[in-house]
């Protein structure tokens, strides 16, 4: 039994001391890991990812339909891949325009991404449209496609009308809102008036 206390001591013995011992050398009064740490630290770091072609600040973009403006894209930062063609986008913002260029309608989101060779914006975290005849949509993500003139997502939504209120998983629509195809879990809700007696 002493023995084994006695190995065990020694051999604890010996990881610390090769612990306090400086194995990389010295140089200039420093250990070299500490000078190496002390450089990494002081280096300064990109505000652009790694993969990323450029970084914009104050980005808007004019979205057009066969030379009609139909929509403005803004984002407080956006970084750049593929060259240009894909935009990473913090803070969206894009308003939409009638073809008489009458801006009717928004939308906001945390975060997106739009693919300008697919002319396809997809939005995420708390993405709200409002339209300017008071519909207003919610949902934590949403794909807007400009080539087919559609809005949609396979996930959780709340569509607030004038009259009605819908919800459910899923859903179909046109920018506007008027052409509305829930897909699951539907359910609606509308005041009824009960007539007096």
Same mark, same amino acid.
């Given at each position: 039994?002493?023995?084994?206390?006695?190995?065990?001591?020694?051999?604890?013995?010996?990881?610390?001391?090769? %612990?306090?011992?400086?194995?990389?050398?010295?140089?200039?009064?420093?250990?070299?890991?500490? %000078?190496?740490?002390?450089?990494?630290?002081?280096a300064p770091k990109s505000a652009i990812p790694d993969s990323a072609d450029q970084a914009i600040f104050g980005m808007r973009v004019v979205l057009n339909d066969k030379g009609i403006a139909n929509g403005v894209l803004l984002s407080?930062? %956006? &970084?750049?891949?593929?060259?240009?063609?894909?935009?990473?986008?913090?803070?969206?913002?894009?308003?939409?325009?009638?073809?008489?260029?009458?801006?009717?309608?928004?939308?906001?989101?945390?975060?997106?991404? &739009?693919? %300008?060779?697919?002319?396809?914006?997809?939005?995420?975290?708390?993405?709200?449209?409002?339209?300017?005849?008071?519909?207003?949509?919610?949902t934590p993500k949403l794909v807007y496609d400009q080539l087919r003139g559609q809005i949609f997502t396979d996930t959780t939504f709340t569509l607030v009308e004038p009259s009605k209120q819908v919800t459910g998983i899923g859903f179909e629509s046109d920018p506007k809102l008027t052409l509305f195809k829930c897909l699951r879990a539907c359910k609606g809700v509308a005041p009824v008036q009960i007539p007096a007696k």
């Open positions: 039994m002493r023995l084994r206390h006695w190995m065990a001591a020694a051999a604890l013995a010996v990881v610390l001391s090769g %612990a306090k011992c400086p194995s990389l050398g010295k140089s200039g009064g420093k250990t070299t890991a500490t %000078a190496g740490a002390a450089a990494a630290a002081a407080d930062t %956006a &970084y750049t891949f593929d060259s240009n063609n894909r935009l990473q986008l913090h803070r969206v913002n894009l308003t939409f325009f009638t073809s008489q260029g009458i801006e009717d309608g928004t939308l906001v989101a945390k975060a997106g991404v &739009y693919n %300008a060779a697919l002319q396809r914006l997809e939005a995420w975290g708390d993405v709200i449209v409002n339209r300017k005849d008071g519909r207003r949509l919610t």
